[in-house]
């Protein structure tokens, strides 16, 4: 596609409840991010992949955080039990190695009741 | 560790007037420095970079920046700002190395007034 899209664009859990959300990166870019922005923040890097491997997770606020891209394309972050904390704007950026750039979608706004 | 600092949390100026965003950087080597601006609602847009090239870099919607090793500064500019450049602006610093992550500054959220 021509940009970053993510799905879906908002999600309403109660807490406790799982959710995943997705992230359909720009075709041929092979690093991939996904960021935290709480309100009035800014974003927060949570994971890294290259392909399909995550080379960095040190972002991830919990375990009940899990992030993958089994086929080096969509990923899916996973959260589990959702908490109130865990409201936020969930951002996944796609990096042009070239020119060291990420392209970001829209991200997904989590609110957890 | 690389971070990045915007000094002012709210700029307001009126439409037709200069904008300057502050943001210094600490970085232990030569930086990637980008900003990018959100609006409300929408994705965060590139709007410049600078990557070791020229100091002086010109970005979309005529803004541009300077990069000052010696002052650490890397300062948005625009000569007259427009009632669509109102947003949230954030000045960032890549890794550069390794996992090349982004490090965001706090954001500046500039207000144009009619």
């Known amino acids: 596609g021509a940009g970053v899209s993510q799905s879906p664009r908002y999600k309403v859990a109660k807490r406790g409840q799982d959710v995943a959300l997705r992230c359909d990166p720009i075709?041929?870019?092979?690093?991939l991010f996904w960021y935290q922005q709480a309100l009035g923040q800014g974003p927060e890097f949570l994971t890294y992949?290259?392909?399909?491997?995550?080379?960095?997770k040190s972002g991830l606020p919990s375990d009940r955080f899990f992030a993958e891209r089994p086929e080096g394309s969509v990923s899916t972050l996973k959260i589990q039990r959702t908490q109130q904390e865990d409201s936020a704007v969930y951002l996944c950026?796609?990096?042009?190695?070239?020119?060291?750039?990420?392209?970001f979608g829209p991200g997904t706004r989590l609110t957890v009741l | 560790a690389q971070s990045v600092t915007q000094l002012d949390s709210h700029v307001s100026v009126s439409e037709g007037t200069p904008v300057l965003l502050r943001c210094n950087y600490s970085?232990?080597?030569?930086?990637?420095l980008f900003w990018y601006v959100q609006h409300p609602n929408k994705g965060l847009q590139l709007l410049l970079k600078?990557?070791?090239?020229?100091?002086l870099v010109k970005g979309i919607n005529g803004f541009e920046a300077e990069f000052k090793k010696s002052e650490t500064s890397f300062h948005l500019t625009k000569p007259s700002a427009h009632m669509s450049d109102a947003a949230e602006y954030f000045c960032?610093?890549?890794?550069?190395?390794?996992?090349?992550?982004?490090?965001f500054g706090t954001g500046t959220r500039l207000k144009v007034l009619a």
């Open positions: 950026a796609s990096r042009n190695s070239g020119t060291d750039t990420q392209y």
């Open positions: 075709s041929g870019h092979v690093s």
């Open positions: 992949f290259q392909n399909e491997a995550q080379l960095d």
């Open positions: 960032v610093v890549s890794e550069g190395s390794g996992t090349y992550k982004y490090i």
């Open positions: 600078y990557t070791s090239a020229a100091t």
């Open positions: 970085s232990s080597y030569s930086p990637s």
